[in-house]
């Protein structure tokens, strides 16, 4: 069982619950106290506190110099950002919803990512950006995308995703204290999913993918909001006496297929479930990696499960596009029969 | 919440005082007979109603979201009488004012709003495009189709509709320098609601807005947004303007979002209730009917008739949404090409065996 | 033979020889010519005729009216072009090179992708934006790279590149002529090369696969630059008594993974090869999919020869980054030791 | 061709006439004693010299590629010359003046565009950032260092170039709002070379560059950017604005490309022979060397030594970069991230045992 939750040492101290958009709430804080260099930029994060109040009570505890209500520019948040890295600060930046992070990708992907390699090694871009993602919240149009993949493309960035409270909060300390550019996405819908928060606990590496539930027959892959939906597959199908195995990735980029290429030589199948559309997505990756590391294991070929190739649909069909339970058992299915 | 904003604005075109008189501008004219204002006033006033049916329905849950343009009713109003019938409108999202002057169903904005569609109605059918949710962008949509008007030498004019926090957007300023530099027929119609959800004015630019076009290389004029009659007169100059070859303009039409952002918004967390009560003492819709009642142009049978014209809209509308049908599953993969897409194909076949796979399963 | 070409009618008439360029120069003007409105826009593609001369002659032939030198803005001439598309312009866009697409990258992904699903069907977008991709040319940062997959990766949009100049002609009138938004990737090394265009021929369908070389042994699979890179390599493996069969893909978006499969089938290996880096890139998505549709086929697991996760290198570094032929012919050593 | 550029704009400062005399200008003033003046003519003269070696390089086949600073150089020097040490500059990419002004090794420059390197210098040593090649970014990296030096309360200054052809860009106004917004010390520098490649003014803006400041709430000035000691006072006022707390200054140095746009270009396809040689009657080399004879300040043996200097300079860099060694192949590895990434790793072993496999063939 201690393959379930990160390996940590064990501080005597009781975890508190917290809801996973509280564990945000509060590594933020804790990593403004820990280093004034650390301040917030975004949009609407002051006095609201942020549309979904990540960033609640902050701005009145930490003044305006800490945490800036930015002009509505999403490029102008990245490119100042950048700016005010160079010289030493640590911004934490907020993209209001997933679908509102484009105008800022020339930044990300022309200057955020490769400053540090133009500069051959002289500058660091200690910038994280914390992007809400993921459907399942009956939104308007841009507010349920997945657009991590897009991300994962570009070196010079690191991609994750937790699925925890804990990881939520440890993750976020660790993406703030290290020197990388790191997209950090949210899945906006498990933000009132409770978990124990160990804050003394030491954390698990930030790229290591984590075994959530041991199994024999088949591995389930996910990272974010997808983690959940696993376990409880994994869950339906233990009472039709199947044995799945559920490995949360939790980093896209860099992507531990190690931890998941020791659970596919077990299981002999794998299935990989994300939100994003499956085409050129990080299904995709898994799959190709996974092929060519487990090529005389595989039983079958690795199954995605994710969204279609379409536009993310309208609030009353986004059940249907979703990788629900269903879907992801029927892929169960067809692995196991195939 | 250490800045109220103050209800008014130095130079704005001001036609009608907030206590209903009309007073003349040296620039703006307006020859506005009985007919006109009891429309406006109507239009003002079914509009109000129709998007307080949004907020109520929202809170019944019929709704997943729905901005209010309480508030906001003499800009919108004033504007879409401003219009030519060939005139195309570029809105934002909270133009529901806009919309129904074109002749818009509302219920196309319900739909959008219930998440049954995103968007789903015909531009060309009103000349009014669909509602554009990634702040900025349709400013540019505005300026390119202005261009292809000015191209043909088509003589209609393009409004395109954004608020303050837009102005921020790089995409708001290059729309601003094509159009100046394509000379395009384009009004840039800002309505200046003093926030972008919680972040006021003064979070956004250090200058009043209107003051941006010139940088640019077109005029840009403030009006009293809560004034319906004076954002018709200065739209209308301004379509007549840019109709006419002589380029673009900026209105900024300084106003005041009455309610919250959205029915997720909380305004209570970042403003105070005083500047709110100092807003609605300027309520544009209580200045017309000032100015009605002040000329004798309203009598009760008059605003019964608009109340209920109004009460009949909100009811058709709540009965719509009600009974409205939600889509079929399969139309996720409707219309993403023109010509097609064989993933596309193949996606939808998995999806009806898919699909196909749980009937057999219940018919078990 | 037959599979070696794109299946045509014969025409009889002689086709004339051009170099890639001159054939995407030929097929703007014949779609100018044929459609009044066709316009094009761009930074520098009026009296100069773009950078790399693409658009020579148009401006002088065809006036201010129709090829539009814009302002330096690439979020403009998506934005605007999307203005123009919706009042029934079909504007062909050029981005000067590879790594300046992103500041319309929003447009595109937000907008110029979604608004037809958004209209219900009402509207269509029919424009077309030409973009320089690749490197090998000797230049300096971002004239180099291959960002295909973040546009494979998009609902919406159809991503397309031609190998040869009867390719580069043909491709490039169909998605002119056609109602959705294409971005044409243009093999900026290869504009020189020199071919037969038939412009008189009846083309091939603009999103299906084709086998230039027919092998036995070994499939190499690409598209745009490294089409030419393949063929090398299968002629210095036949030298060394290897029969390597050579699919041209042409589409990236929607991927022809049928033909690919077809091929796969009978040679049993595949390698896939691109510019772009392989992490996440085109390669990912056809490993996916051949492993799935190949998987008792195939004899080792799908090698892919691409880019590096890093950012483009400088100039002199770039023949290491490349996928040279000799990458190529290791990874097909690789694959038959499998 | 049809609008030739004429080498003078209406309202621009100017100290010195074209032909070299001392003019007043009632908002800048500048004291500069024979010492300053030589110095500039020399860094000047030392700027051209060395780019045109940047040109013949590049044409010998040594470089992949050089923007040329021809007719750019008063501008630049003036501008390096009214920098603090603990100023911060954010170059574009024909900035070569600005960066021999900062103290930077031009080998560094060199090594960029002869495919060495793409940048590579230190930004903390000289306070001069990386070049930046996509047009208009580094406007807000310049804005955001510049809060972070109020947020410090640093009392330094930040400036940034970029071109004509950058105003376009979103990002530059992005920049430009919030600068003002957040009032900080960026001084927002122009070169207008009337040219963006082989686009004219015109098609990048209606109007005059330096009028864009106003509407985002700051001023922006228009100096004779072929008037070194113009540049030097105009920009040396701006810093000093910024440095004490007043905010965001835009400056539009009128001068011209007297050259290509790079090695790689032909301008003969998109403009008059007859504007180059309007232009080149305005010289800025020749202005101030005009200037230092009338006053007597450059004998003989000045003007010897500075070519001599020039020469100097120029021979150190054609034998730098005949000399300079090419990256290390496993350098595709290095430096992308500070804290490592698995995948990189994996590829430089891959990468290393690849290289190895021909060593070893090699070897047979
Ligand atoms: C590019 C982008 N970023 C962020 C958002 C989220 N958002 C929606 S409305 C809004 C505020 C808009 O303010 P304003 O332009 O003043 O219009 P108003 O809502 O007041 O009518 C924001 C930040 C968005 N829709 N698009
Ligand atoms: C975003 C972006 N788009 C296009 C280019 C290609 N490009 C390089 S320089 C240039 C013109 C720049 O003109 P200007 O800003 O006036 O600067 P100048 O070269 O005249 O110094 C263009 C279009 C680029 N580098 N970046
Ligand atoms: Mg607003
Ligand atoms: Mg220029």
């Known amino acids: 069982m201690a393959a379930m939750t990160p390996g940590r040492t064990d501080t005597g101290t009781d975890p508190t619950v917290l809801s996973l958009g509280r564990a945000i709430n509060t590594a933020l804080r804790h990593a403004m106290e820990a280093d004034p260099k650390v301040v917030l930029m975004g949009e609407d994060i002051g006095p609201l506190g942020g549309v979904f109040r990540i960033t609640e009570g902050l701005h009145k505890d930490f003044g305006d110099r800490r945490v800036l209500d930015t002009p509505l520019a999403e490029s102008g948040i990245v490119g100042t950002a950048i700016g005010l890295a160079l010289r030493g600060w640590r911004p934490v930046l907020e993209i209001q919803f997933d679908g509102f992070v484009f105008p800022a990708y020339d930044q990300i992907v022309t200057q955020l990512a490769k400053l540090r390699a133009r500069s051959g090694g002289a500058l660091a871009l200690p910038v994280v950006i914390r992007i809400p993602y993921g459907g399942g919240i009956g939104a308007v149009e841009h507010h349920s995308e997945s657009p991590e993949a897009l991300f994962a493309h570009i070196a010079g960035l690191k991609v994750v995703s937790p699925s925890t409270p804990e990881d939520a909060y440890w993750m976020l300390r660790q993406a703030i204290a290290g020197n990388d550019p790191v997209i950090y996405f949210e899945p906006k819908r498990r933000y009132y999913q409770q978990g124990p928060v160990d804050t003394a606990a030491a954390p698990h590496p930030l790229h290591a993918a984590v075994v959530r539930r041991p199994g024999r027959d088949i591995t389930l892959a996910g990272y974010g909001p997808t983690v959940g939906t696993c376990l409880e597959v994994a869950e339906e199908a233990a009472a039709e006496g199947r044995s799945v195995e559920v490995v949360d990735l939790r980093s896209v980029s860099p992507l531990d297929t190690d931890t998941l290429a020791e659970s596919v030589r077990r299981t002999g199948r794998l299935v990989v479930v994300h939100e994003a559309p499956v085409f050129f997505g990080a299904g995709a990756e898994i799959a190709a990696r996974i092929t060519r590391d487990c090529f005389y294991h595989l039983q079958a070929p690795v199954l995605r499960v994710g969204g279609y190739h379409a536009p993310y649909p309208p609030a009353r069909l986004e059940e249907e596009y979703l990788p629900t339970p269903d879907r992801v058992l029927d892929a169960i299915d067809r692995s196991l029969s195939f | ?364």
């Open chain 2, 1 to 364: 919440m250490a800045h109220p904003i103050p209800p008014t604005a130095p130079d704005q075109v001001q036609l009608l005082t907030p206590d209903g008189r009309r007073v003349a501008h040296p620039d703006y004219r307006l020859d506005a007979g009985p007919d006109l204002l009891r429309a406006l006033y109507r239009d003002m006033a079914v509009a109000r109603r129709i998007d307080a049916e949004g907020v109520t329905l929202q809170r019944q849950g019929e709704l997943a979201l729905w901005p209010s343009l309480l508030g906001q009713e003499a800009a919108q109003v004033g504007a879409a009488h401003a219009l030519a019938d060939d005139d195309h409108v570029f809105p934002s999202y909270r133009d529901h004012g806009l919309a129904l002057g074109r002749g818009l169903d509302p219920l196309k904005l319900f739909a959008l709003f219930r998440g049954v569609s995103n968007g789903g109605w015909r531009s060309a059918e009103h000349n009014f495009h669909l509602y554009t949710l990634v702040i900025g962008s349709q400013t540019l949509h505005a300026t390119g189709y202005a261009m292809g008007a000015a191209l043909e030498d088509a003589g209609s004019a393009v409004l395109v509709c954004f608020g303050d926090g837009a102005t921020s957007q790089g995409d708001v300023s290059e729309a601003f320098n094509y159009a100046a530099v394509y000379d395009a027929p384009v009004v840039f119609f800002c309505q200046n609601n003093q926030w972008a959800i919680s972040e006021p004015n003064h979070r956004q630019t250090r200058v009043p807005i209107h003051q941006r076009a010139a940088g640019f290389g077109f005029p840009g004029v403030r009006v009293d947004g809560n004034d319906v009659l004076a954002c018709l007169a200065v739209t209308r100059a301004a379509l007549e303007r840019a109709r006419t070859g002589r380029g673009p303009m900026l209105i900024e039409a300084y106003t005041y979002r009455m309610g919250a952002h959205t029915t997720s918004d909380d305004p209570t967390r970042y403003r105070d209730a005083a500047e709110v009560d100092a807003w609605t003492r300027r309520d544009p819709i209580a200045r017309i009917r000032a100015h009605l009642e002040r000329e004798g142009l309203a009598d009760e049978a008059f605003l019964a008739g608009v109340d209920e014209a109004a009460e009949a809209a909100a009811l058709r509308v709540r009965q719509g949404v009600r009974t409205m049908a939600d889509p079929e599953p399969e139309a996720i993969f409707d219309h993403i090409y023109a010509d097609g897409h064989a993933l596309v194909d193949e996606e939808r076949a998995e999806f009806r065996a898919y699909q196909a796979s749980f009937a057999g399963a219940e018919g078990r």
